[in-house]
């Protein structure tokens, strides 16, 4: 009973405090200076074909691949753009390159 009890609890906290999806949109916007679209994507975790030294320390964060907002995507070969903020209050943990071209 008391671990249902305290499994309820972290599950109820988890969903309380933890930024959704949407906020996480919101505040990479606000950073970056650009408007989300449908090219905008949204992990839960890193994902394999990235490669960013450290990245799988990053826990807890939402990693959000949008545009680097200087007019050349769509126009070069260039690996994306990732964005990581943090499910818990909110910051920017990571703005860099995922190192997936070609």
Not at 32 to 56: E, S
Not at 83 to 91: A, D, F
Request: overall charge positive.
């Amino acid at each position: 009973m008391i671990n249902a009890l305290t499994d309820f609890i972290k599950t109820l906290w988890y969903k309380i405090f933890t930024l959704s999806e949407s906020k996480a949109i919101k505040i990479v916007e606000y950073y970056t200076g650009l408007k989300a679209n449908n090219n905008w994507k949204i992990y839960p975790c890193a994902q394999d074909n990235w490669h960013v030294y450290n990245i799988g320390s990053l826990k807890n964060c939402w990693f959000i691949i949008c545009p680097w907002g200087d007019g050349l995507d769509g126009r070069m070969l260039r690996s994306s753009r990732i964005v990581c903020v943090s499910k818990k209050n909110g910051n920017v943990l990571l703005d860099c390159s995922s190192n997936d071209e070609g």
